[in-house]
């Protein structure tokens, strides 16, 4: 069973950046589809962005596009998100998600992370 453990968030000011990490536990973290995913109070969990193990494809949620980068290091056994030019809408807990599937929806995974705050300030 994988564990993950987020890292990185914070109050960061809009039109900053940030660089979030996700490190698993389990030796086979390069056999996982990693994703991240996000839940601002009040509302659903949505995707964020996908990294497949198998093809190396990442997909992004349409309205974050161009903002930000989902990159994996299997040595490290550790994801990265990458957001630039951050709004305030961004404020959200960020969770990381390990999984089989590739998908963009939340059930899709098997393992999560506690999250990690980001809080941008306007």
């Known amino acids: 069973q994988a564990q993950l453990v987020e890292s990185g968030g914070g109050l960061v000011q809009a039109g900053g950046s940030v660089r979030l990490s996700c490190t698993a536990s389990?030796?086979?973290?390069?056999?996982?589809?990693m994703a991240w995913f996000r839940q601002a109070p009040g509302k659903e969990r949505e995707f964020v962005a996908v990294t497949r193990r198998l093809s190396g494809r990442t997909d992004y949620a349409d309205s974050l596009q161009g903002r930000i980068t989902i990159s994996r290091d299997n040595a490290k056994n550790t994801v990265y998100l990458q957001m630039n030019s951050l709004k305030p809408e961004d404020t959200a807990v960020y969770y990381c998600a390990a999984g089989w599937s590739g998908g963009k929806r939340a059930e899709m995974y098997d393992y999560w992370g506690q999250g990690t705050q980001v809080t941008v300030s306007s």
């Open positions: 389990k030796r086979a973290f390069g056999t996982y589809d």
